[in-house]
């Protein structure tokens, strides 16, 4: 199966992630359209792009009272279905990692990443290979950062 | 796998779908105000008729709503007959009398050629066309029943109990959102929620104080999952603050 991988020590903290994301996702360089978001830590000087993670049973799921989200086998991805969601924001507060969020202008609506159905656009942009979408063999748990240590970027 | 035919095409379907599933699915569009793919069909609106006949029946055809009719093999469905159309219209007549201010009725009406009601239109009232999705949604989704429907015919009304603030509701605005015409009104801020007349304090994060839920449903939700007292304490933007700084320290070692 594919997935998207994180590397944190390769990230510039450009921000294409976010804007491509945005773009695809609502035709607008918004931030807050954005399904990824990157975290700047400069004692560290480090940026970690934060994602959804694709839990194998995810705790938005679990908190979803009308079982409107699903994880969709094929792509590996916990997807919500819009047409059972009543919009009580149960997996946005549910989310143990922040990743699932509350539209500003559309209070009702929640959004998360849905891999762009298969070709993330925050991977295919991401100059430097810090957001990666390819083939790998199935990780043990739940982890999905990699740690490439000897390749990392000075 | 049963096959059904809708406006002289065929369509496979699965057992126990009904029409309006096998519709929405093929993306054939259906007038459809009270239904929710969250709850159960209950056919309050009457907009979704249809028209069904059968090679089995010869002679013979009738009209229902399609959201609550079970698709059989061979089901011969029409979904804008003239027919179909007219009681469409009627519907929407008697739901612009009701409800003369919703532009969601007005539109629909509007593309089924009815301008105006050609009864008398309540001058008074709200735009709830008490379809009911908001009492059902907080009964088999949320699992609260803080709202119901109240008396009986012209009077019938969706309320609180005693029309005071609901004392069981949690505020988590599903009901709000479900709403076809929009009626139910939320009032936002960032430390309270104002629904059903009743005040909802929010419960903030402890660091930045941001808001999603109010303290009744993370007390409801805490309860009804069984989770430890501090899991709704942090706001999305703080949760990942606590992630990223993980997955600092880790690729750091
Ligand atoms: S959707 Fe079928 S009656 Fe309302």
């Not at chain 1, 400069?42 to 009272?65: K, Y």
């Not at chain 2, 089995?56 to 079970?70: F, N, R």
């Not at chain 2, 942090?234 to 992630?243: A, E, G, Q, Y």
């Amino acid at each position: 199966m594919k997935m998207l991988l994180i590397n944190p020590r390769k990230c510039t903290n450009c921000h294409i992630c976010e804007l491509a994301c945005s773009f695809k996702h609502s035709n607008e360089f918004t931030l807050a359209h954005s399904r990824v978001r990157t975290i700047f830590h400069p004692d560290a000087n480090l940026t970690v792009p934060e994602i959804c993670l694709q839990c194998i049973d995810a705790a938005c799921m679990a908190s979803c009272p009308s079982r409107a989200i699903f994880v969709d086998e094929e792509l590996g991805c916990v997807t919500i279905n819009y047409d059972k969601c009543v919009g009580c924001l149960s997996c946005v507060a549910g989310c143990p990692f922040g990743n699932m969020f509350q539209d500003e202008l559309n209070p009702g609506h929640v959004f998360k990443c849905d891999l762009c159905q298969g070709d993330p656009v925050c991977a295919r942009f991401c100059p430097t290979g810090a957001l990666l979408y390819k083939e790998i063999e199935p990780l043990t748990g739940k982890q999905q950062m990699v740690l490439e240590k000897e390749e990392s970027v000075v | 796998m049963p096959e059904i035919i809708i406006d002289g095409r065929r369509y496979k379907c699965e057992d126990a779908e009904t029409i309006l599933d096998v519709c929405r699915r093929n993306d054939i569009d259906i007038p459809a105000l009270c239904h929710h793919e969250a709850v159960e069909p209950f056919g309050a609106c009457r907009l979704c008729m249809v028209e069904i006949s059968h090679p089995k029946w010869p002679g013979w055809k009738d009209w229902v709503t399609s959201c609550l009719y079970p698709i059989q093999d061979g089901l011969v469905v029409g979904t804008s007959t003239t027919r179909v159309r007219r009681l469409r219209a009627t519907v929407l007549d008697l739901l612009l009398a009701r409800c003369p201010n919703s532009d969601v009725i007005r539109e629909l009406a509007e593309e089924y050629g009815v301008e105006d009601t050609t009864y008398q239109p309540r001058d008074d009232g709200d735009n709830c066309i008490l379809c009911g999705l908001c009492v059902r949604v907080c009964e088999e989704v949320i699992g609260v029943s803080a709202i119901s429907s109240a008396w009986r015919g012209v009077t019938k009304e969706i309320s609180e109990p005693l029309r005071e603030p609901p004392p069981d509701c949690i505020g988590c605005a599903a009901c709000a959102n479900v709403c076809p015409t929009d009626v139910i009104k939320v009032t936002q801020s960032s430390t309270h929620r104002v629904i059903w007349d009743r005040t909802f304090e929010m419960y903030r994060c402890k660091e930045c104080g941001k808001a999603h839920i109010t303290k009744e449903q993370r007390d409801w939700m805490i309860k009804k999952n069984n989770l430890p007292e501090n899991y709704y304490d942090l706001c999305d933007i703080c949760k990942r603050k606590v992630v990223a700084n993980t997955q600092k320290n880790l690729s750091l070692i």
